[in-house]
């Protein structure tokens, strides 16, 4: 069988994503040095899939798939400066001629880092992303498999973020933060941007015995972007708060302000004043419950923040509302972050913070658990503004042997700009369908370790998107079986078994679905 490979050398690919953070390391003095650590790792792997290109019907063709994967883990930890960016690059060669939509190879790079330039004055903050990203909801998703093109898109995004942080006496502290940051793809339709924010925030300071406190937020963010009808936006938001302590673990809480947005909007206002009330209680360490309600320029609006933990399990519920669009999520994503659900989980019994963090990095090496867990729910890629209404329940729980993970996700998007903003990304006939979406996901993920070296983990994700005013849906399913072993202190074996499949009702297509076998070595030396 031939075997061909061509990809890009991965260090170049991540070069311009990886100049915000490394201004970080250099801006710093010699004596606030941090460690650095870098852990770089490779696997081998090969897979059996019967639609590779996850193509409907009879289009759909079998093949070998080889991959290899090199990947780099670099960490800063010092007084003044932390940090981490993992770059990985896919690289892939099919058994015969490679089929239609899939990659050669696939690169991502994830890297963010922090760093105090003038003690308790001048920080900065610094992230940059390259990953792939669905272009329709109504298509296969990209958290599928990594050798499919089909419906993907390779963005690139990266912000800097400096700001000054000052007490303002004894009671009070305040932040002013500017914010540059950059989105690209050489997708067609989907226009590079770059934006400029600026935000004044100032507030009391946190004390359980102070009764009265206030907070003030302004802020002002300019986007330009490259291509499209939509050529420049602008977002600027004003908010007060004051809270009322009627206890140490009761709080009321009472908002008011204003937003206006300026983007292209179907004749819907695009400014008003905004108020809410709430309370925020915390009835003990481990439970807390963070609410309000009120209303916004374009109708009642909701928050919700509440979360408890036991001995084993954890409980989090999330609720929001909020004008966004593709742009803001790519640059501020949103998911299940596993170390930090598994940091809840291990604190009853390591309540020591940095021993409790080197045990969660070592329980997802040696169960190959992933940075982020799905919440069934995806991101797709749009050039519009929408409301979007988001809710999410999640719980985890550890015992002796067994770790899982489940979620459950609606989220409700109402365009406010024009289809006509896509055109060019999905086409006249398509554009429309995301005019109002509902999505609903759960996923549920469980790992049994069966010795101190082995383990299993099975995950099922279950994913329907509607497009309410055409009557469209897209239901999608995945369900994956993996085992693995550590055969040495460096070296971890894995098998797994994938099925992925995707119906789409109402337009007439047919079904498209995929089952995979594959086997691979994972060395870290």
Do not use: C
Request: positive net charge; glycine residues 8%.
């Amino acid at each position: 069988m031939a075997r061909r490979v061509t990809a890009p050398l991965m260090g170049a690919a991540s070069l311009p994503l990886a100049a915000p953070l490394a201004m970080l390391a250099l801006l710093m003095p010699p004596s606030a040095r941090a460690d650095i650590k870098l852990a770089p790792s490779l696997e081998l792997r090969e897979t059996y899939s019967d639609n590779p290109g996850l193509q409907a019907g009879d289009l759909a063709r079998p093949q070998f798939i080889t991959e290899v994967s090199p990947s780099l883990r670099v960490a800063a930890d010092g007084p003044r400066l932390k940090g981490v960016a993992t770059l990985t690059e896919h690289l892939f060669a099919f058994s015969g001629d490679r089929i239609d939509d899939t990659n050669q190879s696939s690169f991502q790079f994830q890297g963010q880092g922090k760093a105090n330039l003038v003690n308790d004055l001048l920080y900065v903050d610094g992230n940059a992303m390259i990953g792939q990203q669905t272009i329709s909801p109504f298509a296969p998703p990209a958290n599928t498999n990594a050798y499919s093109s089909a419906n993907r898109a390779r963005i690139r995004t990266w912000s800097i973020s400096p700001y000054l942080k000052q007490r303002l006496g004894h009671a009070a502290s305040g932040e002013l933060r500017y914010t540059h940051d950059a989105v690209s793809s050489p997708t067609n339709g989907f226009g590079d941007s770059h934006g400029d924010a600026v935000a004044l925030t100032a507030g009391s300071n946190s004390d359980t015995q102070r009764r009265l406190g206030w907070n003030l937020r302004a802020s002002r963010q300019d986007v330009q972007f490259s291509q499209g009808s939509q050529t420049k936006t602008r977002e600027e938001n004003l908010a007060a708060t004051v809270s009322l302590r009627s206890s140490e673990r009761f709080k009321v809480n009472l908002s008011g302000g204003y937003d206006s947005y300026s983007f292209n909007a179907e004749g819907t206002p695009n400014a008003g004043r905004s108020y809410s009330a709430g309370f925020t209680w915390t009835p003990s360490a481990r439970t807390s419950i963070d609410a309000s309600a009120g209303r916004r320029y374009y109708g009642n609006s909701y928050s919700l923040n509440a979360s408890h933990r036991s001995r084993r399990t954890v409980w989090i519920a999330t609720y929001s509302d909020a004008i966004t669009n593709t742009r803001q999520q790519l640059l501020i994503p949103k998911f299940i972050d596993t170390a930090s659900v598994l940091d809840r989980l291990f604190i009853a019994d390591i309540p020591d913070p940095d021993a409790r963090r080197q045990a969660v990095e070592a329980y997802m090496r040696a169960n190959g658990l992933s940075p982020t867990q799905p919440d069934g729910t995806y991101n797709y890629l749009s050039n519009r503004f929408v409301l979007q209404k988001q809710l999410l329940l999640s719980s985890a729980f550890n015992s002796a042997r067994t770790t899982g993970l489940v979620s459950v996700n609606g989220v409700r998007r109402t365009s406010l700009s024009p289809s006509t903003v896509d055109d060019i990304l999905l086409g006249q006939r398509l554009a429309g369908l995301t005019d109002n979406t509902n999505q609903y996901g759960a996923s549920a993920s469980l790992n049994y370790r069966v010795t101190s070296r082995s383990g299993v983990t099975m995950t099922l994700i279950r994913t329907r998107t509607e497009s309410l005013n055409h009557g469209f849906s897209n239901n999608v399913t995945q369900a994956i079986l993996a085992g693995s072993t550590q055969l040495q202190r460096k070296l971890k074996a894995t098998v797994e078994l994938r099925r992925h499949q995707g119906n789409l009702a109402g337009v007439g297509a047919p079904a498209y679905r995929e089952n995979a076998i594959s086997a691979s070595l994972s060395f870290m030396p």
